[in-house]
């Protein structure tokens, strides 16, 4: 389990559970510095959650509310895999788990390499669709693409946009386009839940990023510990694996 920790506005990490208490015994992490790991719905004070997790029981003998970090009595709270949930959060926590955020610990990332067999799929299905958008254009400008140079240059940016159509579309719809739906993967939210219309547009558009730079953005997937592209870490996205 990786663990992040704020220090003023800058967010660190990710660490190990054991290194996260070794910055404690070091001063650098205090009772009062804000962390966040996978499965909790907020950052929580360190104080919460030292000795056992997002669902760690405070000195102070209380439970820990994962949706709201409000304490509670463990009389007033339910417990869902390592979280606890007050009776006030449980509608809203249920409502999220119906829209497909997944279960705390059940994040399962998708690897590079099938990250990449389902950029393929997609690539071939808008290069079929980009074709076809293209021989229409074509007839429209009787003079050919050499003639028209205006042409080539409407050509790239209406497939630019084709793109950044069908990937919010589909992101946003069902959380995966049709190459991911093809590898059984999910665009998701850091705490697995469902990705808005309006992170799926501007994921679409951190993309362009990662392709910019000699596809190096994409190639970070291969390397980071939560299997994380440019664009999701600059969306905070997760690409998950489902069934």
């Known amino acids: 389990m ?43 004070a360190y104080r919460d959650v030292r000795g056992g ?26 417990r869902v895999g390592e979280q606890f949930v007050c009776a006030a959060c449980k509608p809203a926590f249920v409502q999220r788990m119906q829209e497909g955020a997944a279960q705390p610990g059940t994040l399962t ?3 590079f390499w099938i990250r990449f067999g389902a950029k393929f799929i997609d690539g071939i299905l808008l290069q079929i669709i980009g074709g076809i958008m293209g021989f229409v254009l074509g007839l429209a400008f009787s003079g050919g693409l ?8 409407l050509f790239y940016v209406l497939g630019f946009g084709l793109e950044v159509v069908y990937k919010t579309i589909f992101i946003g719809m069902t959380g995966a386009t049709p ?14 839940s469902k990705v808005s219309y309006a992170k799926a547009c501007g994921r679409a558009f951190a993309e362009l990023l990662s392709a910019m730079i000699c596809l190096g953005g994409y190639i970070m997937a ?5 299997k994380r592209a440019l664009h999701d870490r600059i969306c905070d996205t997760r690409v998950i694996k489902v069934g």
């Open 109 to 111: 990332y998708a690897t």
């Open 222 to 226: 291969a390397f980071d510990d939560e």
């Open 146 to 153: 050499a003639q028209n140079p205006a042409y080539l240059a």
């Open 2 to 44: 990786s663990w992040y920790y704020a220090v003023g506005q800058e967010q660190k990490g990710p660490v190990t559970e054991d290194q996260l208490h070794t910055l404690a015994k070091d001063g650098v992490v205090t009772d009062d510095t804000m962390v966040w790991s996978d499965g909790m719905a907020n950052w929580q």
């Open 53 to 78: 997790g997002a669902a760690a029981t405070p000195a102070a003998g209380g439970v820990v509310c994962a949706q709201c970090a409000q304490t509670f009595s463990a009389d007033q709270v339910m």
């Open 179 to 192: 190459g991911k739906m093809a590898c059984k993967l999910r665009v998701v939210n850091a705490d697995g």
